[in-house]
């Protein structure tokens, strides 16, 4: 019998895998290799619409997941991480999300079967990836009217419900809600989740969720604190809760190690390769951002590690190599009791 994800959580600590979009530039990809033969005639431009791929270049993104797995990788994400109708829209193509996600979906769970029968000891799981959206619930996009709001909770939790069903029927095992800036749309996706599983009966998926802590201050971009944001999600009762994006492995640090001592779930991190320098890229080697995150293997304070932006398949190899020894963080014995 194949192991589960909680299973090899037990066991050891899982490594994620690296950035997509990364590895989707190295390949240099045009115009027409975005647009296909199917959208050659597209009323609008399709460069950077990185989901879109999973369509009209599925061996593009079937080789970066097989590149991540190469490198160790337990855990690979689907290429879904605009892939909604709010965000698919910038593109007017809002009709295809369901068709995307499947597709994503499909892609990496044949890829992570692949490697799982080759090492039935060494299951690989799938993630569908549910990004922060475009558009957000907690903020208004005009600084002179604070009170709009470009959307609404209910527009936001039916975009994630289609997204998660496309995701659910494509075969992941788990879903990702990740780069959580403003954890009102988190909560949409996570009610979008729920109403999914509590309508066709099947049995629930694990949930991850992912904050981002976007600078020294400690906060979401929506004001939260780590515990604050920790305290609202926890009624989804995730399998893990975890930072990702923003900052490099060494600004993280003291958020992941407060989070390690606060949740009562397994912890996460997956950095950006350091800061971005000023042309937008970011230089930090695979052996340093690896003796980072060993460093906070060693002290106790992740159950899942990997890497968020400027992260390749060499950081992911040498982040594996580096914590394969270490045990995982225990999951604390949380009392409940009344005062």
């Not at 593009?60 to 490198?71: F, G, S, V, W």
């Not at 629930?204 to 999600?233: C, H, K, M, N």
């Amino acid at each position: 019998m194949k192991k589960t994800i909680q299973d090899c959580l037990k066991e050891r600590i899982l490594i994620i895998d690296g950035a997509m979009g990364t590895m989707i530039q190295r390949y240099k990809l045009q115009e027409k290799d975005y647009r296909g033969h199917r959208f050659a005639d597209w009323q609008s431009d399709l460069k950077g619409n990185n989901d879109l791929l999973c369509l009209t270049q599925p061996g593009i993104i079937e080789e970066i997941h097989r590149e991540y797995l190469d490198a160790g990788a337990d855990i690979i994400e689907t290429n879904t991480f605009n892939a909604q109708q709010i965000s698919l829209a910038d593109y007017h193509m809002e009709s295809l999300a369901f068709e995307i996600n499947i597709a994503a979906a499909r892609i990496a769970r044949q890829a992570a079967d692949d490697y799982t029968a080759r090492n039935p000891d060494k299951p690989r799981f799938v993630a569908g990836a549910i990004g922060p959206m475009n558009k957000t619930l907690s903020l208004s996009p005009d600084v002179n009217n604070p009170g709009f709001r470009a959307v609404s909770f209910d527009e936001v939790a039916a975009a994630y419900y289609e997204q998660v069903k496309g995701l659910v029927e494509g075969g992941v095992d788990v879903l990702l809600i990740e780069t959580i800036f403003d954890t009102l749309n988190a909560k949409a996706a996570i009610f979008a989740i729920k109403k999914y599983f509590r309508e066709t009966g099947q049995k629930e998926l694990p949930i991850l969720i992912s904050g981002t802590i976007t600078d020294a201050s400690g906060r979401t971009l929506s004001g939260q604190t780590l515990e604050a944001f920790y305290v609202s999600v926890m009624h989804a009762k995730p399998l893990s809760i975890g930072l990702n994006c923003a900052l490099g492995a060494v600004e993280m640090r003291s958020h992941i190690e407060e989070l390690s001592q606060i949740a009562a779930c397994y912890t996460s991190a997956y950095p950006n390769a350091g800061l971005p320098n000023a042309m937008g890229e970011y230089d930090e080697l695979p052996e340093q951002t690896a003796h980072f995150i060993e460093e906070w293997a060693e002290n106790g304070f992740v159950n899942i590690v990997g890497g968020c932006c400027g992260t390749t398949p060499d950081h992911i190899r040498h982040i594996a190599e580096h914590v394969a020894s270490i045990r995982p963080r225990p999951l604390p014995v949380v009392e409940k009791e009344l005062v």
